[in-house]
Each structure stands twice: as C-alpha cells, then as structure tokens.
Nanobody, 125 residues
Framework: QVQLVESGGGSVQAGGSLRLSCAVSVSSANDYCLGWFRQASGKEREWVGSLDSDGRINYANSVKGRFTISIDNAKNTLYLQMSSLKPEDTAMYYC????????????????????WGQGTQVTVS
C-alpha cells in the first residue's frame, strides 16, 4: 500500500549539511504518519522525527534545532534537511510510514511503523 524510496545520503564533514529525500507512493486513501529513523552500526533503530497528516512535526531531542522535516505534496516527497552534522549522526537513515486515524503520529516506536524504505547511508567525519 505504501512504497518509500530514500535518496540523498553520502559523506560529509562535521558541521556540514545534507538533505535526504523520500519518495512516497500510496495506493490507498488511508491517512499516514510519516517518520524518519536512523540506525547506527551496532545500535538500535531510533526515531529522528515525524510528520502527521495535519502537518504537525516533532523531533528527537538529539536533532532538534539541527534537522528539519518537510514535505512537498505536489512531488509526494518527504525531506529531512540536516545541518550542523556531527559524527554521531552517522547512520543508515530510513523513512517510514504508519497507518493511523487521521494520520496522527501516536507513537515513535519503530515497531509500529509498517512501511519502510530501503535506507540511505549518512557518514559524518
């Protein structure tokens, strides 16, 4: 029902910026919460931020003020603008979606997101 394809990862020096994109393809009329997650090597997948159908956005404390989530509905693309990057931001980044009433993001737990992209690697040195 939902296909997600990330792009835009790469290597960047500390203090630099990078923008990730997630092409969203939806085949049903359900409402969705869209989220960004990341997983560093040897660590659990963690929530970065999410956007609900009403446009409300929330961020993890670790990225608040540095990362910005946005969406271009005309292009069906979700973005994650990352600035002031730190080596600890190095991870595989994933976009994800969950189906919920009115597209409300009621959780940030990865296990509740039923749709995932393949991920894009971000390396900060």
């Amino acid at each position: 029902q939902v296909q997600l394809v990330e792009s835009g990862g790469g290597s960047v020096q500390a203090g630099g910026s990078l923008r990730l994109s997630c092409a969203v393809s939806v085949s049903s009329a359900n409402d969705y919460c869209l989220g960004w997650f990341r997983q560093a090597s040897g660590k659990e997948r963690e929530w970065v931020g999410s956007l609900d159908s009403d446009g409300r956005i929330n961020y993890a404390n670790s990225v608040k003020g540095r990362f910005t989530i946005s969406i271009d509905n005309a292009k069906n693309t979700l973005y994650l603008q990352m600035s002031s990057l730190k080596p600890e931001d190095t991870a595989m980044y994933y976009c994800a979606a969950l189906t919920s009433r009115a597209g409300f993001c009621y959780t940030d737990a990865p296990m509740n997101f039923g749709y995932w992209g393949q991920g894009t690697q971000v390396t900060v040195s």
